[in-house]
């Protein structure tokens, strides 16, 4: 075993990675339990949230699986999720002029109005969550997080996200 890592084959920095990794399954864990209970009143979960999210940020309406991509998600979870939030008249489809079966996601205004309430019961929660850490260290985590979505995705060059 190398006595610097915990495992025989491990890097410093594979074994720094590895505590980061392990870290954001336990974070990413409890985060959902708080956002599911943050917009639980609104009728929502952090998973159709997250989809609400995603259509506000898209700059014009997208399919599913872009949606999915964009949130880095399986589409046939997200489709269901869509499917369900159309069910409740917060989104609908449109046809799409560019692929027949691939119809875009649209938010309804009470999709928006649902949307805008998660907004107001979030940000004074995330702006208490946020007291006591020097913004320094949370753009540092963000970079970090951002360079390491990209290798995951596969890209080469994570210097230009910043």
Same mark, same amino acid.
């Given at each position: 075993?190398?006595?610097?890592?915990?495992?025989?084959?491990?890097?410093?920095?594979?074994?720094?990675?590895?505590?980061?990794?392990?870290?954001?399954?336990?974070?990413?864990?409890?985060?959902?339990?708080?956002?599911?209970?943050?917009?639980?009143?609104?009728?929502?979960?952090?998973?159709?949230? %997250?989809?609400?999210?995603?259509?506000?940020?898209?700059?014009?309406? %997208?399919?599913?699986?872009?949606?999915?991509?964009?949130?880095?998600?399986?589409?046939?979870?997200?489709?269901?999720?869509?499917?369900?939030?159309?069910?409740?008249?917060?989104?609908?489809?449109?046809?799409?002029?560019?692929?027949?079966?691939?119809?875009?996601?649209?938010?309804?205004?009470?999709? %928006?109005?649902?949307?805008?309430?998660?907004?107001?019961?979030?940000?004074?929660?995330?702006?208490?969550?946020?007291?006591?850490?020097?913004?320094?260290?949370?753009?540092?985590?963000?970079?970090?997080?951002?360079?390491?979505?990209?290798?995951?995705?596969?890209?080469?060059?994570?210097?230009?996200?910043?």
């Amino acid at each position: 075993m190398n006595e610097t890592t915990k495992t025989p084959n491990r890097t410093l920095a594979g074994e720094a990675l590895t505590d980061l990794i392990l870290g954001l399954f336990r974070v990413n864990n409890l985060t959902l339990t708080w956002g599911d209970r943050l917009v639980a009143p609104l009728g929502l979960t952090s998973a159709r949230w %997250q989809i609400l999210g995603a259509i506000v940020a898209a700059e014009r309406p %997208q399919p599913v699986a872009w949606l999915a991509r964009d949130l880095g998600a399986n589409r046939q979870n997200v489709q269901r999720i869509v499917n369900d939030l159309a069910k409740e008249g917060l989104v609908r489809f449109e046809p799409n002029p560019h692929h027949r079966r691939a119809q875009l996601v649209v938010l309804t205004d009470k999709g %928006q109005q649902t949307y805008d309430a998660a907004i107001g019961l979030y940000d004074p929660r995330v702006n208490r969550l946020a007291e006591g850490f020097p913004i320094e260290d949370l753009e540092t985590a963000g970079r970090v997080m951002k360079a390491l979505r990209k290798k995951f995705e596969g890209e080469e060059n994570t210097e230009e996200q910043s």
